[in-house]
């Protein structure tokens, strides 16, 4: 959000960032009452309120705005994020392309646009937007990594020597060696040079991990006392809310959680919430009284958490079938399954090595702080495996796994058995993602948009002598490779 000069902004945002909302809110208000002009304020308000679990005041908040008079290009550009938030992301795309049309010089601007683009499939006018925003500052070092993103790059055209030269200029720079070193092994990976891909990988995954306070012990720890207190599979009898509409699909990040969830909404009368905390936030407002963390939520009572999940995830907008599809769910499957024992839950399940590796050549954001080292890649893999034997063991049959080789290779039996799990009338064409036309946020957004490929199966093989370090560590750690690892 934009700094604010008035004293109720400044306020506001001070007890917003306290996690103080409801003290939050009336200042918000005061600072846009009456304004004729778009202001950032709005966009300020109608996050709170976007917070606050009051989802359609905060859409009428962005609505009334953008009809304004105009503003400034920040005023389209917060509107433009609490509307993704509101799954209104064609509406997004309009107000990011207004701040950038009124500041055009802003590669910040162009940025947020082009990041829009692809969300939507519009891969040409995100690749145009980036371009547009090197032009404008050659620094802008997220934004060749979204490039190089986009597309399949070939040896007729691709960015490599340009990603090489700049990476020569910039020398030691932190965020130079982040994106640009991701976004030039990403394009030669394309081109099959793999040594020379690997060597950018690492560079750039050590570059990431410099910068992490991280122990891989204290995620260890977390996973193991998960287990320890779900320790029943016992829920809390029915809720007013029909569970059966909600469909989770869980598994590690680059697991192939993104093409379930493209099939899925393929379907009738089915769509996607995204990858969102809904219900990791309901959980922790109603986690209550003493003990630790893990305690509280395993005490939580099921119902608050069922009821401020329907506030959360905007169940009563409409009567679809609703996917939420943050990976990281796999913490709350017991959580999940107490609360909404009816909800549908999909784990998916990669190669151990072609799940690491795929982790370990992806730049997340604040999520996943364990991919970016061998030994943590390998540490928190066994950690997370233990757990899901052990949801495996307690949520049986209510528990429906799809091995991601198996869905690329055989996509319409896999995709037929996921939907009778969840319920779902089966359609064939479901299985062609690339003519799905629905909104995507994740680091696949840009392969969605292609027909299913099999090719990154086993693709680690192709980086075997640079992942001897990876493989020693899972069988130390105890993980089952193939006998040719």
Not at 51 to 80: I, K
Not at 410 to 428: I, Y
């Given at each position: 959000m934009a700094a604010f000069a008035s004293s109720p902004d400044i306020e506001a945002y001070r007890l917003m960032r306290a996690g103080r909302l409801d003290e939050a809110l009336p200042l918000a208000q005061r600072a846009v009452a009456?304004?004729?002009?778009?202001?950032?304020?709005?966009?300020?308000?109608?996050?709170?309120?976007?917070?606050?679990?009051?989802?359609?005041?905060?859409?009428?908040?962005?609505?009334?705005?953008?009809?304004?008079?105009?503003?400034?290009?920040?005023?389209?550009?917060?509107?433009?994020?609490?509307?993704?938030?509101?799954?209104?992301?064609?509406?997004?795309?309009?107000?990011?392309?207004?701040?950038?049309?009124?500041?055009?010089?802003?590669p910040r601007h162009l940025y947020n646009l082009a990041c829009s683009e692809r969300s939507l499939g519009r891969l040409d006018e995100a690749q145009a937007a980036c371009d547009r925003a090197i032009a404008l500052d050659a620094a802008q070092y997220p934004t060749y990594l979204l490039r190089s993103e986009l597309r399949v790059q070939?040896?007729?055209?691709?960015?490599?020597?340009?990603?090489?030269?700049?990476?020569?200029?910039?020398?030691?720079?932190?965020?130079?060696?982040?994106?640009?070193?991701?976004?030039?092994?990403?394009?030669?990976?394309?081109?099959?040079?793999?040594?020379?891909?690997?060597?950018?990988?690492?560079?750039?995954?050590?570059?990431?991990?410099?910068?992490?306070?991280?122990?891989?012990?204290?995620?260890?720890?977390?996973?193991?006392?998960?287990?320890?207190?779900?320790?029943?599979?016992?829920?809390?009898?029915?809720?007013?809310?029909?569970?059966?509409?909600?469909?989770?699909?869980?598994?590690?990040?680059?697991?192939?959680t993104t093409l379930t969830e493209r099939i899925l909404t393929g379907l009738s009368g089915v769509r996607s919430n995204g990858e969102t905390e809904n219900f990791s936030r309901a959980l922790m407002a109603a986690s209550v009284g003493t003990g630790d963390v893990f305690q509280r939520a395993a005490a939580a009572d099921p119902h608050g958490v069922a009821a401020a999940y329907v506030k959360f995830s905007r169940m009563g907008f409409s009567g679809d079938r609703i996917v939420e599809k943050l990976p990281m769910n796999y913490l709350y499957l017991g959580a999940i399954h107490r609360a909404l024992p009816e909800a549908k839950l999909l784990l998916i399940r990669r190669s151990p090595l072609d799940s690491c590796f795929a982790m370990y050549r992806t730049l997340f954001g604040a999520a996943y702080p364990f991919t970016y080292d061998f030994d943590d890649l390998a540490r928190y893999y066994a950690a997370y495996d233990a757990l899901m034997n052990h949801w495996r063991t307690l949520l049986g049959g209510n528990l429906h796994e799809i091995v991601y080789e198996?869905?690329?290779?055989?996509?319409?039996?896999?995709?037929?058995?996921?939907?009778?799990?969840?319920?779902?009338?089966?359609?064939?064409?479901a299985v062609d993602i690339q003519n799905n036309g629905a909104v995507s946020l994740t680091a696949s957004a840009a392969q969605i948009r292609r027909p299913i490929f099999g090719s990154s199966s086993g693709r680690w093989r192709h980086y075997r002598r640079h992942l001897a370090p990876l493989i020693a560590a899972l069988r130390r750690c105890g993980v089952t490779l193939p006998e040719d690892a």
């Open positions: 009456g304004a004729r002009h778009c202001l950032p304020g709005h966009g300020f308000l109608a996050s709170i309120l976007l917070q606050l679990g009051r989802a359609r005041e905060a859409d009428e908040v962005v609505s009334h705005a953008a009809q304004l008079e105009t503003g400034v290009a920040d005023a389209y550009d917060g509107l433009a994020y609490v509307s993704m938030g509101l799954g209104e992301h064609e509406r997004a795309n309009g107000l990011y392309r207004r701040a950038a049309q009124l500041a055009p010089q802003s070939t040896p007729e055209a691709n960015h490599i020597d340009e990603l090489q030269a700049r990476l020569a200029r910039t020398g030691p720079d932190h965020r130079a060696q982040l994106f640009l070193g991701y976004a030039l092994a990403k394009e030669l990976d394309d081109l099959q040079r793999f040594d020379e891909a690997f060597h950018w990988f690492a560079a750039a995954a050590r570059a990431r991990r410099s910068r992490l306070n991280y122990d891989v012990a204290a995620d260890e720890g977390k996973l193991r006392r998960i287990a320890q207190v779900f320790q029943s599979a016992a829920h809390g009898g029915q809720t007013a809310l029909d569970a059966s509409r909600c469909i989770f699909i869980v598994g590690l990040p680059r697991s192939g198996d869905l690329v290779r055989e996509p319409q039996r896999q995709g037929a058995a996921a939907a009778r799990h969840c319920g779902l009338t089966w359609a064939g064409q």
